[in-house]
């Protein structure tokens, strides 16, 4: 595994608690220790494996000392329950999302139809 790989996981799974979890920070750790309290233990500690290979990430002769299926153990732990968090809110607000836009296009098409009824009398 390259350290862009491992910085790719990292980003990957930063931006998933930035996203999913509303965590702030510029670093993992950072996002980590905003939002610990919300993960699962089991999360928590996959997280912060990650999180302590971010800075060691850098230098890829550094990374050759990690234990990198640890590593691909934590990233996949994380990134399943990461990406899997709110489904079902996120699939109700498109859907709301859409039939809002839909039913604001039919609106705007009858009143454009209505104004053309009225201007053609």
């Known amino acids: 595994m390259t350290p862009a790989q491992v910085q790719t996981m990292i980003a990957h799974i930063s931006e998933l ?3 999913r979890l509303g965590a702030t920070g510029h670093s993992l750790s950072q996002r980590l220790d905003s939002r610990a309290r919300a993960l699962p233990r089991r999360i928590r500690q996959a997280v912060r494996v990650l999180a302590t290979a971010e800075g060691v990430a850098a230098s890829p002769k550094m990374v050759r000392h990690l234990d990198l299926d640890a590593l691909q153990t934590a990233y996949d732990t994380s990134a399943h ?3 899997h968090l709110n489904a079902g809110r996120r699939f109700w607000g498109r ?11 039919v609106v705007l098409m009858a009143a454009a139809l209505g ?3 009225l201007w053609l009398k």
């Open 81 to 83: 329950y990461l990406e």
């Open 115 to 117: 104004a053309l009824a």
């Open 95 to 105: 859907a709301r999302d859409a039939i809002t836009s839909t039913v604001f296009g």
């Open 17 to 19: 608690l930035a996203d």
